[in-house]
Structure formats: C-alpha cells, structure tokens
C-alpha cells in the first residue's frame, strides 16, 4: 500500500458498487479530480481510507484490515512495518526469550494491530496526510460479532452461506454498501484453519 497505493481487498470480498461512484455520493472527498490522481505520487496530500465493522469501539476488531485504499506513499503505512518489526526484534533479545514470545500475525498485522497503529498517527502524525474512518456499512456490512443467526447465512465457514439471502437480509442497497466481506477466517493462532480452507475451497 505504501509503495503502490489504491485498493486492497481479502479474496473472500465482494464488490457491490464502483467504488469512487460510491465515495462521492457519500460527500468523501479523494486527493484529486481523477481515480488516476488517488495514487498520483506527486499529490501535496495523502489519504488512507478504513472502515468501521459495528459501531463498538472497544470491540478489538471494530477497524477489519479486509480492505483499505489509500493515496501511493501514505506515510501511514510505514507505522504498521516498524511495529511488526519492534514486536519481532523483542522476541529475539535474550532477556526476553524466556517469557516473551512475538504475538499472532492477527495481533501482529491484523484489526488489533490496525487499530493501534491508527491511534498513533492520529496522534502524532501529518495532519496533511489524513485517515479517513469511513461509516459503519460501507465495507463491512456483515458484522460477524453481531450473533449466530446471520452468520449462519453470512459467513463463509458455514455450511449454510448463501450470498444473495446474507446481502439481501443485510439490506446492503438500502445502506448504500460499496462492499461486503464473508469472512473465511482461514488464519487461526500463528498459523492457518485447515478445515475453513478445505470448506471454501469445496465446489458449490
């Protein structure tokens, strides 16, 4: 993202609507007049975009890190590289060895990591550069922390998701959705769900 800039999605999202149409009639403004100028490297100004997943803050992971756009060369995402990298470098010092252990790549890189790196340059980064926050059902209409009964038709681990009866009882149109993510959960602890990535990659 830092290198190429534009729009990054999980192989399990859907795109709903085009997206630049989509942010406009939402009053969200891009760094130029183009799609071209929204990775244009010589822009003054950058800005990352991130949705919300519900509207409970102190859900871990209410900011998902399924999908971001963002301007080329964000100084943001450099933050989420220096973290990963301090947390590694901890778990190699000797004195550390012994009780510390480096955290799992979704504490590493993941909605937790996300969150706090987003907290810190709200803090102290560029004020040019900007993070937007975009509104809850925008790109994550499907909050998986929302209860059994729509996961059941929703969430790509279950043997009963259906995309047109989720995207339909979700009211996706009527919320404007530009996304939506069926979260195949395929990473478990510090490593891979074999039995999620065997479920979805079954012929329907």
Known sequence: MYMFG?????LDTECLRPTFDALRSN?????????TEFTDGSSMSHVAMFGRMGSDQTFDHHLPNAWMAASVRHPFFLLPLEF???EIQ????????LWYDYPSAEQLTGPIALAKNIRRYQ???????????????LIYPFNWNEGQEIRLICS???????????????GVGVKGSIFITYWSHT???KG????????ISQDK
Do not use: M, W
């Open 6 to 10: 534009g729009i990054y999605a999980d």
């Open 27 to 35: 009053n969200i403004s891009l760094p130029g007049k183009s799609e």
């Open 84 to 86: 990963a990298k301090a």
């Open 90 to 97: 901890k778990s190699k010092r000797i004195l550390h060895q």
């Open 123 to 137: 803090v102290c980064g560029d004020t040019l550069d900007s993070i937007i926050l975009l509104p809850d059902g």
């Open 156 to 170: 790509a681990e279950k043997d009963s998701f259906n995309e047109s009866s989720c995207k339909e009882t979700l």
């Open 187 to 189: 990473h478990r602890g």
């Open 192 to 199: 891979s769900d074999d039995e999620n990535i065997d479920r």
